[in-house]
C-alpha cells in the first residue's frame, strides 16, 4: 500500500470518528432539556389555574364541592378535565430556535397568557403559553421567558395553548336544565300572547300531568322532558358586545319558563324574548340578568301549549 493511500484511509478514519462525536454530542444537546418541564405529575394538587392576559384575570379555583370561576360562576366541567390532562401530559419537543426567539418571546409577551398553577403544597408553576399565528404550533415559556419551547403530547394534534385562550364566558358551565321526570315538580311557560294558552306540567301525586289535557301522551310528555336532562345553552352574552341583542332588553317577552326540581339548586327563572329575525338564536335573561342565547331548534321545541300532549 502506497504512502498516499495510507493516508486517504487515515482520513477518511478521521473524517468518520469526527462525524460521529459531532452527532453525539447534537442528540446530547438536543436531549439535555426537560421533557416534563411545564407538566403537573399529580394533578390532585392542583388548587387553582389562573390565566392573565392584557389586564384581565380568569380564575379557576377548587371549592369543596365543585370548581368555581372568578368567585362567581360555576366551570364547565369538561373544560377543568381537559385543561388538567394537558398539564399532566404536556412535553417539550425542543427549544425554539435563536433566529426565531425573539419574534416568539415578543409574541408571548404581548399576546400571550401567563399561566399560574396554584398547587395544595403551597408552591405554584408559572409558564407563558401561546403559540404561532396559524394555531398550529404551541409554544411555552418559563416565567422569566428565558427559556421557550414548542410543546405537544404524543398522539394529540391539537393546539394545546387553545384551552388558555378560552374567554370568560366560554370557561362558563353551559349546563341551564338538568332536571328529569322523576324530579321535576313544575314547569310552567307563560306566553305574554294572549290567545296562547300557557303551559302547566305538574307532579301529580304518582305521576307528571299537564293542566287541561285529560287523554296524555304519555310518550310525547317524555320525549319533550328528556332534553331536559342536560340542555345547555349557546353561549353566555355580555351587555354592550351585541347590541342587536342588546335592543331586546327593551322589547316586551314572549314568555316566562318557572322550572321547579326537588333539588330547590336546580330550580330556574327564564324570560325569553323574541327572535331578531335572520338570527339563529333566542335571547334569555335568568334571575340574575345574565344574558343567554339558545338555539332555535331547541328553544323551539320547548315553546309548546298543552294541545301538544293531547293523546290523538
Known amino acids: ?28 444537546r438536543v436531549s439535555s432539556f426537560d421533557k416534563s418541564l411545564f407538566a403537573i405529575a399529580d394533578t390532585t394538587q392542583i388548587r387553582g389555574i389562573i390565566i392573565e392576559s ?3 384575570t380568569i380564575s379557576i379555583k377548587r371549592g369543596e364541592e365543585q370548581w368555581s370561576l372568578n368567585d362567581t360562576y360555576r366551570v364547565d366541567p369538561q373544560l377543568v378535565y381537559l385543561s388538567q390532562r394537558i398539564l399532566n401530559a404536556v412535553q417539550t419537543q425542543r427549544p425554539v430556535s435563536p433566529s426565531n426567539f ?6 408571548l409577551q404581548e399576546s400571550g397568557r401567563l399561566i399560574n398553577v396554584e398547587l395544595s403544597d403551597g408552591q405554584s408553576k408559572k409558564f407563558y403559553a401561546g403559540g404561532n399565528a396559524a394555531k398550529t404550533t404551541a409554544y411555552f415559556g418559563n416565567e ?12 394529540y394534534k391539537s393546539y394545546l395553548s387553545g384551552i388558555f385562550e378560552l374567554s370568560l364566558n366560554q370557561w362558563r358551565d353551559r349546563v341551564l336544565f338538568a332536571s328529569d321526570w322523576r324530579t321535576i315538580q313544575d314547569l310552567n ?3 305574554t300572547d294572549p290567545t296562547q294558552p300557557d303551559l302547566t306540567i305538574f307532579f301529580d ?13 304519555t310518550a310525547t310528555l317524555m320525549n319533550y322532558l328528556q332534553p331536559m336532562g342536560f340542555f345547555q345553552v349557546n353561549d353566555y352574552l355580555d351587555k354592550g358586545n351585541f347590541t342587536r ?30 327572535k331578531i329575525p335572520g338570527e339563529r338564536f333566542y335571547l334569555l335573561t335568568d334571575e340574575s340578568d ?15 301549549t298543552s294541545s301538544f300532549f293531547e293523546e290523538n
Open 290 to 304: 345574565e344574558m343567554i342565547v339558545v338555539d332555535q331548534q331547541r328553544m323551539e321545541k320547548l315553546l309548546v
Open 102 to 107: 425573539v419574534a416568539i418571546k415578543s409574541d
Open 189 to 191: 311557560i307563560n306566553y
Open 1 to 28: 500500500m502506497t504512502r498516499i493511500k495510507k493516508l486517504s484511509f487515515v482520513l477518511i478514519g478521521l473524517l468518520i470518528v469526527s462525524f460521529m462525536l459531532s452527532w453525539v454530542g447534537n442528540k446530547d
Open 205 to 217: 301525586n304518582k305521576f307528571l300531568a299537564v293542566k287541561e289535557v285529560d287523554l296524555l301522551d
Open 54 to 56: 392584557n389586564g384581565q
Open 144 to 155: 422569566d421567558l428565558t427559556e421557550i419551547f414548542s410543546v405537544a403530547i404524543p398522539g
Open 245 to 274: 341583542y342588546d335592543s331586546l332588553l327593551a322589547v316586551e317577552p314572549i314568555a316566562e319558563l318557572t322550572l321547579k326540581d326537588i333539588d330547590s339548586s336546580k330550580n330556574s327563572t327564564l324570560i325569553i324574548y323574541p
